[in-house]
């Protein structure tokens, strides 16, 4: 049932002195904004598995802290600061239970998950891990930026870490936390799309000089392919373009910020921006966002036998690395449809 990592696991168990045998307590900490049409399902679910739960109201004009208090849930306020991570930290600095477990409105536990969470809560103590990872399900069903229908992701947090010395000889504290990934499935149900805050967000956060690292990278390039509008992409441009040219950044990075800076140079019909960041992206294998704006950027210059091309390769010689749909059904779309502007309607059909 459940997996842990690191080798050195093993060891730390065996130097660790006996510990208590009962059940531990856990307690939900959450942060929320307007979140009555869900947050009473989200907090129903969790009954029996939570000892407490803190919910963090960063500005609601609903009824989302009525909600809150009705179930159990002692309610605070945040004034909101555009930044996620402190709403967070704030939550959790409130927790005094052993295990934090974090969670958002629109995520629920179905019953088989609930038996499996109490059986997991029984058992936690003897595994002695510091987090918990549970399958996040149902993200592809809500056009997320994520391109995985389940997905592992840290759900449960040991609240106040002891710190242990391993190995038999050359001993070390060990510091990094000891992973356990549960077979726990967390339902996520989101009741509308929150791009257009995230891009915000994303701009705010380089307007503000903030270091945007690798992960927020990939996820500022990821939104934009999935809800950004022309004018987000030229806005995101100035940002993408140093990252191109900033040597503390992994080839990933700029494969990824080329990408975007590809589609910006389609809105532009800049040639030689397109030569420049598909020359980019070919320095590995080729991704099949690249080829995609290649087969767009040929068709908008009528070039319709080398848009198919381009477009032949987004969905079927490469993979993406943004936007899985880059790789399925838009590239084989639009080969449709250069077919029927070329009057071959039985490939384009």
Not at 83 to 109: G, M, P, V
Not at 171 to 200: A, K, M, T
Request: aromatic share 10%.
């Amino acid at each position: 049932m459940y997996s842990c990592a690191y080798e050195q696991f093993e060891i730390q168990r065996l130097d660790v002195p006996s510990r208590r045998c009962d059940v531990i307590t856990i307690i939900l900490c959450m942060i929320v904004k307007n979140e009555e049409a869900c947050l009473g399902k989200c907090l129903d679910s969790l009954k029996g598995i939570v000892d407490e739960m803190i919910v963090v109201d960063t500005g609601s004009t609903d009824n989302t802290i009525q909600i809150a208090k009705d179930k159990g849930a002692q309610v605070y306020n945040f004034n909101w600061t555009g930044d996620f991570s402190e709403a967070r930290n704030y939550a959790f600095s409130l927790a005094k239970c052993d295990y934090i477990y974090s969670a958002d409105a629109d995520e629920e536990i179905d019953e088989d998950n609930r038996e499996r969470f109490i059986k997991l809560k029984e058992d936690i103590d003897e595994l002695n891990v510091d987090i918990v990872q549970m399958y996040y399900c149902n993200q592809l069903a809500f056009r997320t930026v994520y391109n995985y229908d389940r997905e592992l992701r840290p759900k449960l947090f040991k609240r106040i870490r002891e710190f242990v010395w391993v190995d038999p000889i050359h001993e070390q504290v060990l510091l990094e936390p000891v992973v356990c990934d549960s077979d726990i499935e967390i339902i996520h149900n989101p009741r509308e799309n929150h791009s257009g805050r995230d891009l915000e967000t994303f701009r705010n956060a380089v307007r503000e000089g903030r270091r945007i690292s690798r992960r927020l990278l990939g996820m500022y390039a990821r939104e934009l392919f999935l809800a950004g509008s022309d004018e987000d992409f030229l806005n995101a441009k100035e940002f993408f373009t140093e990252a191109t040219l900033d040597n503390n950044r992994s080839l990933d990075e700029i494969k990824e910020a080329s990408c975007v800076l590809a589609h910006v140079a389609v809105l532009e019909k800049d040639a030689d921006a397109m030569l420049k960041y598909s020359l980019k992206d070919a320095i590995t294998e080729m991704s099949s966002e690249m080829c995609y704006e290649l087969g767009n950027y040929y068709y908008n210059k009528k070039d319709l036998d080398e848009a198919i091309v381009w477009y032949y390769n987004a969905a079927y010689e490469c993979s993406s690395i943004l936007d899985i749909r880059k790789s399925r059904e838009l590239p084989r779309l639009a080969i449709a449809k250069c077919y029927r502007e070329l009057g071959n309607e039985e490939q384009g059909s």
